[in-house]
């Protein structure tokens, strides 16, 4: 049960009830502006690198996966990425007390899929190996994002699927072990932070 007036109420129970969930405008619009700009900026300069896939993170696929990702340190003094790291460890504060997940870092990264790009239908667990992504996060850049632009995340549910607009603002949480989801390509490049809270290593032992 969550806590009286918490600010993440509506996300902790759908969590609670469902294993996913959805928040509009989970930073002010100035800061998604703001960290869409470092994106774009980040990806102009050659920052950015084609992500990898496999537990080796040295396969390259644009057929698989064709995002480009550069990863955050939260030491990073740019004023709109403190807020989001202090946005998300408040969250990950209110999840651990209401619903014991012992949620510990926080590795998140950049992402820009251009244009017709896609991600998929994957799982965010390695198949062997020691897994300790808990808790799957995406935050959406997109500003004026139309429905006809595409690039929604799919999320595979037990018997069917739901797909979710990447608009700019809406924070997208969901069980790593447990959604199968995919990127569909879209007409406009998609920007996102994407990240996973993690469990502990040695909890894994």
């Not at 959805?22 to 100035?30: I, K, S, W, Y």
């Not at 740019?78 to 619903?99: E, G, P, R, V, W």
Request: proline letters at 4%.
């Amino acid at each position: 049960m969550t806590q009286q007036n918490s600010p993440f109420e509506t996300l902790i129970n759908d969590l609670c009830l469902k294993g996913f969930t959805t928040c509009e405008n989970f930073l002010p619009a100035e800061t998604i502006k703001s960290l869409a700009d470092i994106a774009r900026a980040r990806h102009a300069h050659g920052e950015m690198h084609g992500a990898k896939i496999g537990k080796s993170n040295k396969i390259s696929n644009l057929d698989i996966r064709g995002d480009a990702i550069d990863w955050l340190d939260e030491n990073d003094p740019d004023t709109c990425i403190q807020t989001y790291f202090s946005k998300m460890h408040a969250l990950k504060q209110t999840i651990n007390q209401n619903l014991f997940m012992n949620l510990h870092t926080l590795e998140t990264h950049m992402a820009i899929y251009p244009i017709g790009n896609v991600y998929k239908k994957h799982l965010d667990q390695f198949a062997n190996g020691e897994n300790t992504r808990e808790l799957s996060c995406i935050l959406y850049l997109n500003e004026d994002w139309q429905t006809d632009d595409g690039g929604e995340l799919r999320l595979y549910l037990d018997e069917n699927h739901i797909d979710i607009l990447p608009v700019g603002g809406k924070l997208v949480l969901f069980l790593s072990a447990k959604f199968w989801h995919e990127v569909l390509p879209a007409k406009q490049p998609r920007v996102s932070l994407t990240g996973w809270f993690n469990t502990p290593k040695n909890l894994l032992l």
